[in-house]
């Protein structure tokens, strides 16, 4: 009896010195360096409509109740937009207006540009689902407080230096954006095998019931690649925040911490960039709103 109970006890200690170790050494091994991890930000349909099924689907316009916060300047096909506390998600145009609390979407063939009021541009890729979740801009102090939740796809920014404080972060399921400088993407995909963190794997390893691999999640992968002269830090939900400088590209997978920036180079990040949002670089920094 001691015997089996001792053999318990120490197949336990093991599993949990793995697990512990896995989580240890993740950064080590989640991610792909270089131009590899590029590959992230080619669109990817997701299994599930990115419009809740609660949700109505409107051909028609209608504000929303929160504040102003931006205008639409440019759509190619179907673009959507859920205010906040809304079920309706209405087709979005150009020059309409955006709220803070505004849910965008885009469909497999679509793409929206828009002008914040924080003198910020933004452009979404096709199959993207992003939200306006906070936008403050005091035009005497030239400081802004914005927090944007990308939830699936890429999404591209422009966002101009201010002389204050820069407050510009951009958050998602596995890490957070902090933004430094001006030219940059974002996005959020399902992670490939190899670059799955080991933690993962092992809890999935381990758990020997089927449909309680729900509860893990499958993994997905926060991409950053920022332009020339652009920095961005990006912090996973474990470990230190890694800079990413000029022409480069880091990611982060769910439960890990932030893999090491790597330079693509301009070529390369430009490339990236246009994809995403191509002749975003082009359009005009928004005027000051009412």
């Known amino acids: 009896m001691n015997i089996t109970r001792n053999k318990k006890l120490s197949v336990s200690i093991i599993t949990l010195l793995c697990i512990g170790l896995a989580f240890g050494l993740t950064s080590l091994y989640s991610m792909d360096p270089g131009t590899k991890l590029l590959d992230n930000f080619k669109p990817i349909k997701p299994k599930v409509s ?28 179907k673009v959507y937009v859920i205010h906040k506390g809304d079920k309706t998600a209405y087709r979005l145009k150009a020059r309409h207006p955006i709220f803070e609390g505004d849910t965008i979407i885009t469909s497999s063939r679509s793409r929206v540009n828009a002008a914040m009021k924080d003198r ?22 030239k400081t802004r407080s914005t927090k944007m939740g990308l939830l699936w796809g890429s999404v591209r920014f422009i966002v101009k230096k201010l002389s204050g404080k820069p407050d510009y972060q951009v958050h998602t399921e596995t890490a957070v954006c902090g933004i430094r ?88 990040a430009a490339g990236v960039l246009g994809s995403v949002g191509p002749g975003l670089a082009t359009l005009g920094m928004p005027p000051n709103f009412d």
Do not use: C
């Open 50 to 77: 990115l419009i809740p099924e609660d949700v109505k689907i409107s051909t028609d316009f209608v504000g929303g109740l929160e504040k102003r916060v931006g205008r639409v300047q440019k759509v190619q096909g």
């Open 181 to 268: 400088g001006t030219d940059f993407a974002v996005s959020v995909a399902p992670a490939p095998e190899e670059q799955s963190s080991l933690g993962h794997k092992i809890l999935a390893w381990l758990n020997p019931v089927r449909e309680a691999h729900a509860l893990i999640g499958a993994p997905i992968i926060t991409t950053a690649v920022t332009g020339a002269g652009s920095t961005v830090g990006l912090t996973g939900v474990v470990g230190t925040t890694t800079i990413i400088g000029p022409t480069s590209v880091a990611a982060a997978v769910t439960g890990a911490a932030a893999g090491g920036a790597t330079i693509v180079g301009a070529t390369a």
């Open 120 to 141: 910020s541009v933004l452009a979404m890729a096709p199959n993207a689902k992003l939200v306006v979740s906070k936008l403050e801009y005091e035009p005497k102090t």
